[in-house]
């Protein structure tokens, strides 16, 4: 256990992790961290928490699963934390991190801290001091941490602002409100260290497609589900990646190891149309970029357009 203090009027904090400081599942449901988990993300967004403690307390606890699939042996090797932020006696902060042995990388699935608590600097240094741990004690020769981030559309981003700054209103309608979100999250990130995966000539973020994430729906629903992300990386410190295998390792572990091979696994016979559809879609992701420059880069808006300065200068709040 860890314990984290920044410059406010709250009391310091404890930082635990599952299979560390919660060990069985009643402490993990006691510590309110589902609860809270809730609270901070919508319900689309939500996996089953029974799911959850599945992952983070007995199925990815750093072994190497196998399975069979038309006479192939595929195996993985995932170890999933639960990250908790408590302060008197509850939790306040969350964060869910899956580290593929395959690959050395960090996935970062979500991290959110309550919304009462990120006075002072609170959810930055829980997410530092996560890392941290990490790199010091639990994943000891990671390469860094990746994860997906939603695209926000530029020019609309702009237009919002402008319309903002002309008009003196201080209400969003929803679909502006989640474009502002989207930038705002970036940018989060972005203060931490993080970079974009992006083309190199361009300077754009290179896309990808997350595929649907329930095998068990009909195969013609699929495609319907599948979502587009942009790829953040924060380095672990030395670590110089070439950016272009840092890509293709970054695609490969969210949607294949992480994803497509613990989702197949439960009944690999029944959903080897899944493992297809899955495995295809990566490898046409990568085609796609294979002749691509692959680079590092921000994307908070040229200099032109300085959204960030421009946004709290309008003095809105809008948690993310």
């Known amino acids: 256990m860890r314990h984290i203090e920044v410059t406010c009027d709250r009391p310091a904090a404890d930082i635990l992790v599952t299979r560390v400081d919660v060990c069985d599942e009643a402490s993990f449901r006691a510590s309110g961290v589902l609860d809270l988990y809730y609270e901070l993300f ?4 939500r996996d089953d928490p029974d799911d959850i403690v599945r992952w983070v307390l007995t199925d990815d606890v750093g072994e190497l699963r196998c399975f069979e699939l038309d006479g192939e042996q595929i195996s993985y090797r995932l170890d999933s934390r639960y990250v908790i932020l408590r302060a008197e006696g509850r939790a306040i902060g969350l964060g869910f991190f899956t580290y593929d042995h395959a690959s050395r990388l960090i996935y970062c699935n979500y991290v959110g801290v309550h919304r009462d608590w990120r006075r002072g600097g609170m959810a930055r240094e829980f997410y530092r001091e996560t890392i941290k741990l990490f790199d010091s004690e639990l994943f000891t020769d990671n390469l860094g941490v990746v994860l997906e981030v939603e695209p926000f559309d530029g020019d609309s981003l702009e237009r919002i602002i402008d319309d903002l700054e002309r008009s003196g209103e201080r209400q969003l309608a929803a679909h502006d409100q989640e474009t502002v979100r989207k930038f705002l999250r970036i940018t989060w990130y972005d203060k931490l260290g993080h970079s974009f995966l992006v083309d190199a000539r361009s300077r754009l973020p290179l896309s ?25 990386w924060h380095a672990r410190p030395g670590v110089v990646p070439d ?10 572990t969210i949607y294949v190891e992480i994803l497509a091979k613990s989702l197949v696994a439960e009944d690999a016979q029944r959903r080897r149309d899944y493992w297809k559809y899955t495995t295809g879609l990566v490898a046409d992701t990568l085609r796609a970029t294979d002749a691509e420059r692959v680079g590092l880069g921000s994307y908070l808006g040229p200099d032109d357009r300085p959204w960030l300065p421009r946004w709290r200068q309008l003095g809105i709040d809008l948690p993310i």
């Open 42 to 45: 919508p319900p689309h967004e």
């Open 243 to 252: 950016a272009h295998d840092l890509w293709r390792a970054a695609v490969e």
């Open 208 to 232: 990808c497609r997350s595929p649907c994430l329930d095998p068990e729906l009909p195969r013609a629903a699929w495609a319907g589900e599948e979502a587009g992300y942009w790829l953040m």
